[in-house]
């Protein structure tokens, strides 16, 4: 059977930094190659592209990842109906525990307070979009009699009710939610498989890790007292990341469903979807310790293809370490790299011919050039977008 996957792949200086630390506070990564490289996670980068998100989307395409879900639901009951403050967080607790088969109880670092307004959360982290809790908020107003506790348990009980309270968070899925998937530990049947695959960017080069000493001035500090008020030493690395990742058209069309406002195209929710990813995807940034280093970059070459069997990554063109120029950067050899590595993949494999947009930025990356169609980053969103469509709507 056909299928309809995008790939993207970035090639992205990141001059001194620490976005993606482990426990130690050091710069995470990972051998390669058998050398060490540079990396950053995948969940590092996908966190990165949700927050971008919050500036492309509205906010009701969106999903809430949290534990305090009791909260944001009993805030949907309360604005569907003011009069319901006292029951509220009862009412959005029952409906939840119906809808998800989860449980509920008041955090231990919470449970010593006082305080009985302390709200119960669940176990894990549970990913719900915008328009599922107001589904939510309905069904427990309109089940529970205008908020009675009491009259929504015996209402859930129903058949009815309840499966009108699981299709609420099995539908109307938000972007985000379609695009990482989600997990229902306690009802797997809930569960959305991502239509996305984010790799882990690694270094093209080794990559060793360095530490800067830094003190700190206390303002207040006599010329009598010498010294610094604070030492200290935070470690960094500077790289050129490989960054990859692929989107399941077809599994992302699958969660969220086909046009829903009338006279919609059927493609229309995946496609506007897939270029708010490939959008946010290019020019996001994980963020730690951003204050520290500014190391604010954009991808120096961006290559994206419509391929229709597998994903693919060209990570393979980098198991040899990518040695310094002349110069002394990396970016140039790892254009070539890719120039020469690109074409006799897919010449081997039988899998050429595809659409295929390059969008790059310098002479460095010249070699990028007869890869596919040259675009700028607006053109490259707008083609993509076409594409898919077309292909969606075509059946291919």
């Known amino acids: 059977m056909t299928r309809t996957i995008l790939d993207i792949h970035i090639l992205q200086n990141v001059p001194p930094s620490n976005i993606n630390r482990d426990d130690t506070g050091t710069p995470k990564s990972a051998y390669y190659g058998g050398v060490r490289r540079a990396r950053v996670s995948s969940q590092a980068w996908k966190r990165a592209t949700r927050n971008r998100f919050n500036e492309l989307l509205p906010p009701e395409k969106l999903g809430v990842r949290t534990k305090k879900v009791v909260e944001a639901l009993a805030e949907r009951i309360t604005a569907h109906d003011p009069a319901l403050t006292e029951t509220a967080l009862k009412l959005a607790e029952e409906t939840l525990r119906t809808a998800t088969g989860s449980s509920f109880e008041v955090p231990k670092r919470k449970s010593r307070d006082d305080d009985e307004t302390t709200v119960p959360e669940s176990k894990y982290l549970m990913f719900l979009s915008r328009r599922q809790l107001d589904a939510l908020a309905e069904v427990a107003v309109d089940a529970s009699g205008g908020g009675d506790v009491e009259q ?192 006799d993949l897919e010449r081997q494999y039988d899998i050429g011919g595809r659409p295929t947009w390059v969008f790059r930025v310098g002479e460095e990356t010249r070699a990028l050039a007869e890869l596919g169609t040259n675009v700028t980053l607006p053109a490259l969103l707008d083609q993509v977008k076409s594409a898919v469509a077309e292909r969606l709507e075509s059946g291919a």
């Not at 093209?204 to 007292?225: F, K, N, P, Q």
């Not at 009338?262 to 490939?278: D, I, N, Y």
Request: include cysteine.
């Open 152 to 343: 929504l348990k015996k209402s859930l009980k129903d058949k009815e009710q309840k499966a009108r309270a699981r299709n609420a968070v099995d539908t109307r899925h938000s972007v985000d939610i379609a695009l990482f998937g989600r997990m229902v530990a306690d009802s797997a049947d809930l569960n959305v498989e991502a239509a996305t695959q984010v790799a882990h960017a690694l270094s093209v080069h080794r990559s060793d890790i360095e530490s800067d000493y830094y003190t700190a001035v206390d303002d207040l500090s006599g010329e009598s007292e010498s010294g610094a008020g604070m030492i200290g030493t935070v470690d960094f690395h500077s790289a050129t990341l490989y960054r990859y990742a692929a989107v399941d058209i077809d599994e992302l069309q699958r969660n969220l469903g086909v046009g829903l406002k009338e006279g919609e195209p059927p493609s229309t929710p995946a496609s506007k979807a897939v270029t708010a990813f490939l959008e946010a995807f290019i020019t996001s940034l994980p963020t730690g310790k951003i204050n520290s280093f500014g190391n604010h970059t954009l991808p120096s070459a961006v290559i994206v293809t419509i391929r229709d069997r597998w994903p693919i990554s060209f990570v393979g063109a980098f198991e040899e370490p990518v040695p310094k120029s002349a110069e002394g950067g990396f970016l140039r050899e790892s254009c070539r790299r890719l120039a020469a590595y690109v074409p």
